[in-house]
């Protein structure tokens, strides 16, 4: 490209190194998968150790008695006639050592030591890059003789991998229950012989007491075409019965065994849900510790602070006349749609606009909505964070990283993450990290803890989206050139547990008093004051034409709120409200 154009370029853009991550000591075990060990790393191939699944997770600390009170952490739940529990010990049955995550292969494992009067009603698989860390659902008809479960009559052998020419430990076989007429299959059984399994391995579900189910996670797949995924309930949500069993998917030719079904909670009620006193107990004991980046400058605040600091409310035909907010935001419209009637936006003196810019982390709080989820079977905790300003986006473009201007500058950010509790037990199973438009879940035997069992969340430079570590996460389809999400772990960082408010668990009734804020649905920031094309022409005019569509190409998938385009809507307007996550 020429001397010259790096001399240009360089007026323009702050060379960027990546940063190494960081490496967790590997505790290997015997065969025996019942062993437990705190701490597991992630290990490639070479170096000739065992593979992660050979160590059970466990979380850091043991947890605690939780209060008294509900069916919460009983240890079974009541979907109407049919209890089912957690089972989390397992007998490996087959495992292949290459394919899938990391190329590691995966492991299928037949579940152990189920509680008299339950019946397994499938087996699990996980793939070999992280550590033994799951689960599946074990039934007992206390329906006085209602027929809930029944056995098999036959199994159909959906797949062997004899014919693989990969590295495996002897041959496995997957196969399918027959269900009555009436019934139906909610999971796979997996032999390591050909011999067909006994009809007493397993047990089928009356119909009635199952829903559709659709792939979750990647497990693992072969070059014959076929692919396990986790299973889920195809429908998710507050309101929705439908609950996870924990069993695995085989899927053929990019298509599901639609014949397999997940459970559904008749139930109706949320018996197993935490009260409030369980809640803060959960959150006292899985809140998160936030680290920002050691160049970041605009930090959260709590949403009074915000208030109380200048923040005023415009109206649509009043714009030379806005009004200050009260501290509980009561004078806030309620209700509605965002009709663009009103919005929110930072005090109109220059000072004091730049101080409020900055947040206030010593007065900062987080907001927790509380979710049943996958049939009131587990909790979501929904831990939200406010900032009262989102910094200016950076791009990747090939080795240099590139200022954006104003783009991704907007008022009233605001993001969070999600706790995952099981409420057979009160552990956390997963995190899902938030990050603009989407997100990823991540396993409890992934994350990184601290001060017992808090897992610890980065937030990225200036955009604030969150991730499980440390590092320069690229948003865009070009893997050289987009948009960077940097997080590093500076100094400063935030104890969700230190400020906490739970604002808002409808199952709970009038126990929650949701603040006005909350109910406010129109815009926390105004719409766009800049001409987003101005700005790139200004970053990208020494750049060859296949880097500046490149660098176009990657701003405009950020999502309009990202961008700045429109002001950000608050947590109560968003998707997953009512739903589950997006990833």
């Known amino acids: 490209m020429g001397f010259i154009y790096f001399m240009f370029l360089a007026l323009h853009v702050q060379f960027c190194c990546s940063r190494p991550q960081n490496q967790l000591d590997h505790a290997s075990m015997g065969n025996s998968i019942n062993a437990i060990s705190p701490s597991v790393a992630y290990l490639s191939k070479k170096d000739n150790q065992p593979p992660p699944i050979e160590t059970m997770f466990k979380l850091p600390s043991p947890s605690p008695a939780w209060p008294q009170g509900a069916g919460f952490a009983n240890g079974t739940i009541d979907l109407g006639g049919l209890q089912v529990c957690q089972v989390s010990t397992f007998n490996k049955v087959w495992a292949t050592h290459e394919g899938g995550p990391d190329n590691l292969g995966a492991t299928f494992f037949e579940p152990s030591s189920i ?71 909610i999971g796979h059984v997996v032999t390591s ?52 069993t924990g069993t695995f998917i085989l899927a053929q030719n990019s298509g599901a065994a639609t014949s397999l079904a997940c459970l559904k909670n008749l139930q109706g009620n949320f018996h197993a849900m935490p009260t409030l006193n369980q809640i803060r107990a959960l959150f006292a004991e899985y809140s998160p510790v936030i680290y920002f980046h050691p160049d970041e400058e605009f930090f959260p605040s709590s949403v009074n602070w915000f208030f109380q600091n200048g923040a005023l409310l415009y109206t649509r035909g009043q714009e030379s006349n806005p009004v200050a907010i009260t501290p509980t935001g009561s ?60 910094g200016a986006a950076r791009a990747k473009v090939e080795f240099v990283t590139i200022k954006l201007g104003k783009i991704g500058e907007h008022v009233g950010d605001w993001e969070h993450v999600t706790l995952r509790i099981s409420n057979f037990n009160g552990e956390l199973k997963s995190v899902y990290f938030s990050e ?87 815009e926390w920031g105004p719409k766009i004051s800049y001409n987003i094309n101005d700005e790139i022409k200004k970053v990208e005019k020494f750049l060859p034409g ?13 999502p309009s709120e990202a961008l700045g385009e429109e002001g950000p809507t608050g947590p109560i307007s968003k998707d997953n409200w009512s739903g589950d996550e997006r990833t």
């Not at 969340?457 to 865009?476: C, E, I, M, N, R």
């Not at 296949?546 to 950020?558: M, T």
Request: with cysteine; aromatic share 12%; glycine share 10%.
């Open 115 to 185: 509680p008299d009067g339950f019946f397994t009603l499938g087996y699990y698989s996980q793939p070999n890059n992280s550590p033994l860390f799951g689960w599946v659902l074990a039934a007992k008809d206390a329906s006085s003789g209602q027929g809930i479960l029944s056995k098999p009559t036959d199994y159909t052998l959906i797949w062997s991998s004899e014919s693989l020419n990969i590295k495996q430990d002897g041959v496995g076989y997957i196969w399918l229950p027959t269900p009555p007429d009436g019934y139906k299959a």
């Open 193 to 244: 012989s050909p011999d067909k399994p006994s009809v007493e391995k397993v047990r089928c579900v009356r119909s009635d007491y199952t829903d559709a189910t659709d792939l979750d996670s990647w497990i693992w797949g072969s070059s014959n075409g076929i692919n396990i995924y986790g299973s889920r309930p195809k429908v998710r949500g507050i309101q929705v019965l439908g609950v996870s």
């Open 331 to 390: 004078n806030l419209p309620q209700g509605g749609t965002n009709d663009g009637a009103y919005w929110i936006d930072l005090p109109r003196d220059n000072a004091a606009k730049d101080r409020v810019k900055q947040g206030n982390l010593q007065d900062a709080s987080v907001y927790i909505h509380v979710k049943p989820m996958l049939g009131a079977t587990f909790t979501d905790l929904a831990v939200w964070v406010f900032y009262p300003f989102n």
């Open 436 to 522: 603009h438009s989407g997100g990823t879940w991540v396993s409890a035997s992934g994350l990184e803890f601290q001060n017992g069992n808090k897992p610890v969340v980065y937030s990225s430079l200036h955009g604030h989206a969150a991730y499980p570590k440390t590092g320069d996460f690229l948003q865009g389809s070009n893997s050289n050139v987009g948009i960077r999400n940097d997080t590093g772990k500076g100094q400063i960082f935030m104890d969700a547990g230190a400020n906490f408010s739970v604002v808002s668990a409808d199952y709970l009734g009038s126990t929650i008093v949701e603040p006005p804020w909350l109910n406010y649905t129109r």
């Open 546 to 558: 296949k880097l500046k569509r490149a660098l176009e190409k990657a701003v405009s998938e950020l």
